[in-house]
T-cell receptor, first 114, second 113 residues
């Protein structure tokens, strides 16, 4: 158990819909990262938040947005969903002072768009 | 354009032997490299890392080697154990930070009894 909690674990929805994925980082971790893993692909970095502020953006579509709340949990919002958005979405957190890049991942949220 | 490549989708090794997983990268700005291990239905877990100022880092049965001139790194597992069966992801970052780790597609390691 990494200590990072993601909900929901599975989600099935239709094209054009909007969903919200939720992540609670490990206690004490200020950073939250979102990654997308599509079929046969590596993990693609989407966005990084640190203590409520956006720190870095990766290949995140304009239809996607994220935020980190004062209690440090984060939400990833996916709108106008397309079939190609079907993927595993991982959230990860990192500890202050921990070696750079050493992330603790949640179990992921599997999104299926029909 | 894949900046981190793991060219072997799968690798089968006998228990007790050495497992060698390979990774190539194209971005010369990468200065920190990591390996993550992933079991089915779980998130990736950090395994071992190496900074570009080193060419080797060892942690128990796991050793990572970095060849900067060849832009190549490898993970050695000795001896291989059944619990090592998992997908291994190579990852890299610029400026030693976690802003945007770039991952390879992974290698599925299967340890045969």
């Amino acid at each position: 158990d990494s200590g990072v909690t993601q909900t929901p674990k599975h989600l099935i929805t239709a094209t054009g819909q909007r969903v919200t994925l939720r992540c609670s980082p490990r206690s004490g971790d200020l950073s939250v990262y979102w990654y997308q893993q599509s079929l046969d692909q590596g993990l693609q970095f989407l966005i990084h938040y640190y203590n409520g502020e956006e720190r870095a953006k990766g290949n995140i579509l304009e239809r996607f947005s994220a935020q980190q709340f004062p209690d440090l949990h984060s939400e990833l919002n996916l709108s106008s969903l397309e079939l190609g958005d079907s993927a595993l979405y991982f959230c990860a957190s990192s500890a202050p002072g921990r070696g750079a890049g050493e992330l603790f991942f949640g179990e992921g949220s599997r999104l299926t768009v029909l | 354009d894949q900046q981190v490549k793991q060219n072997s989708p799968s690798l089968s090794v006998q228990e007790g032997r050495i497992s060698i997983l390979n990774c190539d990268y194209t971005n010369s700005m990468f200065d920190y490299f990591l390996w993550y291990k992933k079991y089915p239905a779980e998130g990736p877990t950090f395994l071992i890392s190496i900074s570009s100022i080193k060419d080797k880092n060892e942690d128990g049965r796991f050793t990572v080697f970095l060849n900067k001139s060849a832009k190549h790194l490898s993970l050695h597992i000795v001896p291989s154990q059944p619990g090592d069966s998992a997908v291994y992801f190579c990852a890299a970052s610029e400026r030693g930070g976690a802003d945007g780790l770039t991952f390879g597609k992974g290698t599925h390691l299967i340890i045969q009894p």
